[in-house]
């Protein structure tokens, strides 16, 4: 399998997109938190899905691998930010929470790219075989 890196940074940039607005909107309870969590990763995999096309499987990586490296990197924006404005205790309990969720961040990346690229090939088959104007 070749990776689409078009599609894992298509992804990407949708991730990162939606993280911030989310960061910006989103409250600081566990539902609103696990709801963005679930929305980013879906919406980010199906992008990187739909663009990677081919098959299902195909469209899971490509998006598992988006929403992982979104993640990848808001986690060391964060880790960052919380060393220069908390202190160096907090900023350990950030990393190793995060780095221990970056699993759990590739499954609704892999089932949105599923979807995604399942999408894309049903749309590009639905041109009629043989058929004349």
């Known amino acids: ?52 096309g081919g098959t299902v499987p195909t469209g899971a990586v490509h998006g598992g691998i988006a929403t992982v490296l979104g993640s ?26 995060g780095v221990l969720l970056l699993a759990f961040y590739a499954i609704p990346g892999a089932l949105g790219g599923a979807i995604g690229s399942w999408a894309s090939g049903r749309r590009a088959s639905r041109t009629v075989a043989g058929a004349r104007a």
């Open 72 to 97: 990848l990197i808001t986690l060391a924006i964060v880790t960052f930010t919380t060393l220069l404005f908390a202190g160096l205790v907090p900023t350990f309990g950030v990393l190793v929470g």
């Open 1 to 52: 399998m070749e990776v689409n890196w078009k599609a894992i940074v298509a992804g990407f940039v949708v991730a990162l997109a939606l993280a911030v607005v989310s960061g910006l909107v989103v409250g600081m309870n566990a539902t609103s938190l696990a709801l963005s969590w679930g929305t980013i990763g879906v919406v980010s995999g199906l992008v990187a899905g739909f663009i990677a």
